[in-house]
Nanobody, 127 residues
Framework: QVQLMESGGGSVQAGGSLRLSCAAS????????MAWFRQAPGKEREGVAA???????YYADSVKGRFTISRDSLKKAVFLRVNSLKPEDTALYYC?????????????????????WGQGTQVTVSS
């Protein structure tokens, strides 16, 4: 069973930046679409950003212009650069991936489109 492993979370002050990373526990796997979701205390998990194998990138309106999703050329890892962090960005950030589906603008937020999930990395933003 493939496991995704996130890293890069931490505690920062408002306005700060972090770079989240995610890769499979087994290096031999490659992925089609990869994404980041987050879940704040007391709230449902929500899509943050996704990137397809062709490089198409999608973002939640709340993070556009502040977050940037990217992936390595071997399609084994995904990254999320988070800038200008706000206290409302505080959440557990999850990485998700699939091997057979290319997500698009109207499908990337659907969690069932992803086969693999990580355990999450905590991002805490203080004011």
């Amino acid at each position: 069973q493939v496991q995704l492993m996130e890293s890069g979370g931490g505690s920062v002050q408002a306005g700060g930046s972090l770079r989240l990373s995610c890769a499979a526990s087994t290096y031999t796997y490659t992925f089609n679409s990869m994404a980041w979701f987050r879940q704040a205390p007391g709230k449902e998990r929500e899509g943050v950003a996704a990137i397809s194998s062709g490089g198409g990138a999608y973002y939640a309106d709340s993070v556009k212009g502040r977050f940037t999703i990217s992936r390595d050329s071997l399609k084994k890892a995904v990254f999320l650069r988070v800038n200008s962090l706000k206290p409302e960005d505080t959440a557990l950030y999850y990485c998700a991936a699939n091997q057979g589906r290319t997500v698009e603008a109207w499908t990337w937020r659907t969690e069932s489109n992803y086969d693999y999930w990580g355990q999450g990395t905590q991002v805490t933003v203080s004011s």
